[in-house]
Every structure is written in C-alpha cells, then in structure tokens.
C-alpha cells in the first residue's frame, strides 16, 4: 500500500504519518530522512523529529537515493519528506525528470510506502525563479504520488482527513 499525507509546514502531517506506519506496520519501520543540514536552524527541526519518532524506527539519513534505499528494505518504508528531497535534487543540479522517474520507480514498488510532502501551492507565485521552479516540481510530483497512492491525507492544525 501507499499512502501520502500532504499539508502545510508545522500542520501535523509528520506525526500522523509516524502513527499511520507504526500502526499497520508488522515490524519496525525504516524512516528515510531526506533532510540535508544546512544551518543550525535547520538542525533544531531535524532534532525535533528525531525526539518524535524515538526508537520505534529504524533510520536512515538519504538526501538523493530513495529508490535505492526503498527497494533495499524489508520492512515497510516513512519518506520523510519528499520536499526537502526535491529541494536536494535542486541543489544537485537534478532535473524533474530525474525525480519523476525516482518517484515512478518507488511507487512501482511492493513495499508499503507512506509519503510525506509539504503542500506549498496554495501561496502566491514567488518573484524568485528557483522558488517557482520548486512550487511547480512539487505540485506534479505531488500529484503524481497521490494518483499512484492508495490513501491520501490532508493535516491541517494536527488533523488528517482521508481525502482518497
């Protein structure tokens, strides 16, 4: 099974997605973190996530090669978070090719995955050109995965509401 949960920043996607794995899954769960450390700031998130989630998984730290790392496991597999890996494949000169095919290939997988993904298209459309090539990424990769996954959910305010 696959199954997506999209929301805004901070809107509880991450930990509902934690519970949904740690719900229905048999044993201990992978947690690939895709989050590369770029600034303290970004540390201090990281660290938070990494109190949530605790000892129930087991964790794998993959800024760019989540096929691989999926395709390796036994267990069922949380891709936290599939925004921060975009805005690594950015930054490595990737292209939206590259991605969709990476995203194509997991979704092809038998291993129960559960995405997590920032919903950033409900913003304005920004001046920048690296930010509005991030937005339209995300908006047809996040389409792409909710149309390959069997359950979507929406959070908003720590809440998720199956929308598929």
Known sequence: MKTLFIGGIK???SV???N???KHSLQKPLYIATTEFFDDEMTKRVDLHKKQRSDDFITIEEPISLYEKVSNSQNCVLI???S???NNMLYHKNSFEDMQEEIDKILKLKQDVVFVFNDV???IIPENKLAREFIDISGKLSQLIASGCDEVYHCIAGIATKIK
């Open 121 to 123: 298209g409900c913003g």
């Open 16 to 18: 509902n997605a934690q």
């Open 11 to 13: 809107s509880g996607k």
């Open 20 to 22: 949904y794995i740690l």
């Open 84 to 86: 921060m890996w975009i």
């Open 80 to 82: 936290e978070c599939v």
